[in-house]
């Protein structure tokens, strides 16, 4: 048997186990993308979500669910910063905090268009620091289905 032969079989074996086990129910199935707040989800690995809500006033709310979509509570995440890039503009940074009941991270920004403004947010989570960066266009209600003029521009996920 070859090195490349071996190879595949180790991996055919690994993915056997992996079936095996979600057959099984020893490991938890990964959950759906679907929002639960009207914003939009992205993803860390495969056990962190995060539904980024931000509203046409500058409002923005920030929810953490686990890998199965399991809601985890704010303080999952540490050092959570937000900043918006405007063109032709100075940042802003936006000051976060952790709502009255600990569901979620809210902040208010100025009022966010359609423009090419970015949404750079970033966390510590579980002793690693992440970095998004996500187009405001792609958070507002509006870019949910973008007309063939208004193409969507794709979040940048960071480990740092």
């Known amino acids: 048997m070859n090195k490349v032969s071996r190879w595949l079989a180790a991996l055919s074996l ?4 992996v079936a095996t086990a979600r057959a ?3 490991m938890p199935m990964h959950g759906n993308h679907n ?8 993803m860390y690995g495969m056990d962190l979500h995060f539904e980024v809500v931000l509203e046409r006033t500058g409002a923005l709310r920030i929810y953490f669910s686990d890998g199965q979509r ?5 303080s999952s995440v540490s050092d ?13 940074a936006v000051e976060m905090a952790i709502n009255a009941t600990g ?9 966010v268009g359609m423009g090419d403004s970015t949404m750079n947010i970033a966390f510590v989570f579980r002793g690693d620091p992440i970095v998004v960066s996500v ?22 996920l960071q480990h740092v």
């Open 103 to 111: 569901d979620y991270w809210q902040g208010k920004s100025a009022p």
């Open 35 to 42: 929002p639960h707040h009207g914003g939009i989800v992205l």
């Open 70 to 74: 399991a809601d985890l509570p704010a």
């Open 135 to 156: 187009p405001t266009s792609n958070l507002m209600p509006a870019a949910k289905t973008p007309s063939a003029a208004q193409t969507p521009r794709e979040p940048v």
């Open 24 to 26: 099984q129910g020893d």
């Open 80 to 92: 959570l910063a937000v900043e918006i890039d405007r063109p032709g503009a100075l940042s802003e």
């Open 14 to 17: 690994a993915l056997l186990s």
